[in-house]
């Protein structure tokens, strides 16, 4: 595990934050003794944190590799990108395009510090401290301008994220506005926690419960209904197979298989710009 004294500037080791309470489930050495606690909390009540986090993981890498191989998509807008894991999107999209360009936004120092290091001599990949609360911001900055051209097809990447983002925050007005930025023929990719509701009640209280322990130790985590969900691909067409469990969208030659309540608590979809 992570040093608390040879944590990067600006790392705070006595709360926790979201990016290193995903990696402490990936299995990752970014977290601290804080972030653990929480993760521990948000697992008694839903034991299935690290196979959800693995399930985000596996989308994120088929939907990367569909849009790269299937799509034709040369640089990616990767927003929520997090500390460095197994399977980054540039290494995917890079297995494709060795030249496809992709920029990581992300506000967390320690995601940004540990990205940077990975990336310390990329010529085509970037990463830039940004709000998705900010769009405007984020669509100005320099590093982003000289990455993206946004004459061109962009795949922008909303994975795992905007379920971080409150109501207030009006996160299908700001994904509106990235996806207004682009061009047609751009793809829109978000995963998602859902709470299934009455078509499973057991999974949906627990989800209700989980929601409970993100705000009290995270701040934020909102499980939406499919149709919540849905709604931020408005005006978009989406790819079949549509908005699903993660494990079903697109499964490749090995299909991944979760247990119930994963299956039911995230989902995840891509859609094209028309
Ligand atoms: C659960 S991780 C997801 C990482 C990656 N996208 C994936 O799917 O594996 C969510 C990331 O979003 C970042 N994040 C949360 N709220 C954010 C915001 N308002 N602006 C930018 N990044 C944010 C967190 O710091 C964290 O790194």
Redesign the pocket.
């Known amino acids: 595990m992570t040093n608390e004294k040879a944590s990067p500037p600006g790392v705070d080791t006595t709360r926790p934050?979201?990016?290193r309470?995903?990696d402490y489930y990936?299995g990752g050495k970014d977290n601290f003794a804080v972030d653990r606690q929480a993760a521990q909390l948000a697992l008694q009540v839903t034991p299935d944190g690290p196979e959800a986090?693995r399930a985000?993981?596996g989308?994120?890498r088929r939907a990367v590799r569909y849009l790269a191989e299937e799509a034709g998509i040369r640089q990616f807008l990767?927003?929520?990108?997090?500390?460095p894991?197994q399977g980054n999107v540039h290494e995917i999209a890079h297995q494709v395009d060795p030249d496809a360009r992709v920029v990581y936004?992300?506000?967390?120092p320690m995601?940004l510090a540990h990205g940077r290091v990975l990336l310390a001599d990329a010529r085509t990949t970037t990463v830039v401290g940004?709000?998705?609360?900010?769009p405007e911001d984020l669509l100005a900055h320099p590093d982003v301008q000289r990455l993206i051209d946004f004459d061109q097809p962009v795949g922008l990447?909303?994975?795992?994220?905007l379920h971080?983002?409150h109501d207030d925050?009006q996160p299908a007005a700001v994904a509106r506005r990235l996806v207004d930025a682009l061009p047609s023929g751009s793809y829109l990719a978000i995963?998602h926690f859902h709470d299934p509701g009455a078509a499973h009640p057991d999974i949906s209280q627990r989800a209700r419960a989980v929601e409970k322990v993100f705000n009290e130790t995270l701040g934020?985590g909102r499980w939406r209904t499919h149709e919540e969900i849905a709604g931020f691909f408005q005006g978009l067409e989406l790819l079949p197979p549509g908005l699903v469990p993660l494990a079903d969208w697109r499964p490749g030659p090995a299909p991944e298989s979760y247990q119930t309540i994963t299956h039911h608590t995230i989902l995840g979809g891509v859609a094209r710009k028309p």
């Open positions: 934050s979201i990016a309470v995903y990936l986090a985000c993981r989308f994120l990767d927003v929520g990108s997090g500390l894991s936004v992300d506000n967390d995601a940004g709000d998705l609360r900010q990447l909303l994975l795992a994220i971080h983002l925050d995963s934020t």
